[in-house]
């Protein structure tokens, strides 16, 4: 199933009632978000910049959510788990590649470490609980994963899902795996940027506006208001 399906709707008529109910359910889904506690396992790191990768879902809404993270200094949409041949959208979303929509993200630890990254993921960006699948998404390249870049941000990740497992904060099990860090493909141009982009898009309002909405709520600490975008000049 690819994500622009659940995007399109028959006609004008349609397409009002579909954001009259985004309207009428921004609130509901904004409360979805979990307040997430600040992770006990951190390392310092004296690095002037680190690489993390990141899959929770559509990556528009996962990009549009670090890209208002203070001290993040890129975050790339694309691909990671499967094979370059292959990291192309429309081949991704036949789910049987590997793949999982992902974002990189390049961060300054001086200002957001690792562990602050996992917290905004889990509180506001994925739901941790679905299994391949988030929100109106299906399939493994929606699935809720981590693929760390180092043998201490395995560390920090595996330590921190331990700890948000103690913590009951869901009624379901967490099912976001730790996967081994493989080839990110930046996905295709146009998916870029594209909840700064396309704020008026439906599915932008009803998924993941409200992220970025929680983002700014929860954690003013951490939220930088212009966004980082990959192409600077259209923002």
């Known amino acids: 199933m690819t994500r622009f399906a659940p995007r ?3 006609g004008a008529a349609a397409l009002g009632l579909a954001f009259a109910l985004v309207y009428g359910t921004a609130g509901a889904a904004a409360e979805s978000a979990v ?4 992770p006990i396992v951190t390392v310092a790191s004296t690095a002037h910049s680190e690489t993390a990768i ?4 559509c990556f528009w809404g996962v990009q549009g959510v670090f890209q208002h993270v203070k001290g993040v200094k890129s975050a790339v949409s694309g691909f990671t788990g499967g094979g370059g041949d292959t990291a192309h959208y429309e081949r991704v979303s036949d789910g049987d590649t590997g793949h999982a929509e992902s974002v990189r993200v390049v961060f300054d630890p001086s200002q957001v470490s690792y562990a602050d990254l996992l917290r ?3 509180s506001v960006i ?5 299994l391949n699948r988030q929100g109106p998404d299906t ?6 994963a981590l693929f760390p870049t180092s043998e201490a941000q395995r560390k920090v990740a595996a330590a921190y899902i331990d700890q948000l497992r103690k913590a009951n904060l869901w009624k379901q099990p967490i099912v976001t795996r730790i996967e081994r860090a493989q080839a990110f493909y930046p996905a295709e141009a146009y998916h870029q940027d594209y909840l700064t982009l396309h704020p008026d898009s439906g599915y932008i309002r009803y ?11 929860m954690y003013p600490q951490l939220w930088r208001e212009k ?3 990959v192409n600077a000049t259209r923002g």
């Open 120 to 122: 905004v993921y889990f």
């Open 139 to 144: 399939g493994t390249q929606y699935r809720s």
């Open 126 to 130: 994925t739901d941790p609980t679905q």
């Open 227 to 229: 966004p980082v975008l």
């Open 8 to 10: 399109l709707f028959a």
């Open 35 to 38: 307040h997430a506690p600040a």
């Open 54 to 57: 990141f899959a929770g879902g």
């Open 207 to 217: 998924n993941d506006l409200p992220k970025v909405a929680a983002l700014k709520q």
